[in-house]
């Protein structure tokens, strides 16, 4: 590599799964990584830190993390997003990556959040912006939806139908086309990029793919959402998150475009639900 073109990159949420993929990738290339993640001593709502941070690099990946437990789940998204403008604005980054939402187009409900920092980011003038639009994670699944625990019941319950097909996408993918372009000599001369995944599939059809893969018998259930609503308090989500989700959950019952993009191989990712769910019943799932 040319030495000459590595840069030095700030990664927000550096030890998520996408965070994490985008460092070690970078990192690979050559680049100097500077990770935002409490755990590595800089939190979101320390515009002090977040300054030092950014101070002196040249681009940035950016997420919106969710805060499942936020009383008021979009004041969050709020205060954490203009911490993160302000911070990018005073450091003068010419390159920045935004995780964003495949239906942020809707500017509702769980994607309300990364919509809205879409917005703030492009008001920045920023030289080169690329809002990278991600379908439904499959480690939602396993790290929110509790598909495991809810399996040993038999019955995989959300207040998605399960009738409608579903792009479903790996974190790691994710990950990979975010520091791709990070890494890339040039600018992409696309402000929205958006990622479908390995492939659609109906919550049905996922939820018997990866019950087989654990090696059980599991069958889907579309609760009502009042239903899931009390079950996601009761479980200590707020009431802001579950409502956030609810109208999620209402966006794609109603059968609403999620996608601008009719799917292709431009907007694919490599790893199918199948080979997930095979690689979490290995790994995740005896870990």
Not at 86 to 99: C, E, F
Not at 232 to 246: C, Q, R, T
Not at 251 to 276: C, D, I, Y
Request: proline residues 3%; negative net charge.
């Amino acid at each position: 590599m040319n030495r000459e073109a590595a840069r030095t990159t700030v990664v927000v949420g550096a030890t998520s799964e996408v965070g994490a993929e985008v460092s070690a990738r970078l990192a690979g290339a050559g680049h100097t990584v500077r990770g935002v993640a409490r755990r590595l001593g800089v939190a979101l709502d320390d515009q002090a830190a977040l300054d030092a941070a950014f101070a002196g690099a040249d681009s940035a990946y950016v997420m919106i993390p969710f805060d499942v437990t936020a009383p008021d789940l979009h004041c969050f998204e709020d205060e954490v997003g203009a911490r993160l403008a302000s911070s990018i604005a005073k450091a003068g980054l010419n390159r920045v990556v935004l995780l964003s939402g495949l239906n942020a187009h809707l500017r509702m409900g769980t994607s309300l959040g990364a919509a809205l920092m879409e917005e703030r980011l492009a008001a920045l003038g920023l030289e080169e912006l690329v809002c990278l639009r991600a379908s439904f994670f499959m480690e939602n699944f396993v790290k929110g939806m509790g598909f495991v625990e809810q399996a040993a019941s038999g019955v995989f319950a959300t207040p998605f139908r399960g009738d409608l097909p579903m792009p479903l996408i790996a974190a790691k993918d994710i990950g990979e086309r975010a520091a791709a372009l990070l890494d890339a000599k040039g600018a992409s001369g696309q402000r929205v990029v958006e990622l479908h995944g390995g492939g659609y599939h109906t919550l049905e059809q996922a939820t018997a793919i990866l019950g087989r893969a654990i090696g059980k018998d599991v069958a889907y259930y579309a609760a009502p959402f009042a239903d899931a609503r009390a079950g996601m308090i009761a479980n200590g989500l707020s009431a802001s998150f579950a409502d956030a989700l609810g109208e999620t959950a209402a966006s794609f019952n109603k059968g609403e475009r999620w996608a601008l993009e009719v799917p292709s191989v431009a907007n694919a990712t490599p790893t199918s639900f199948e080979a997930w769910a095979e690689n979490f019943a290995r790994v995740g799932n005896a870990a």
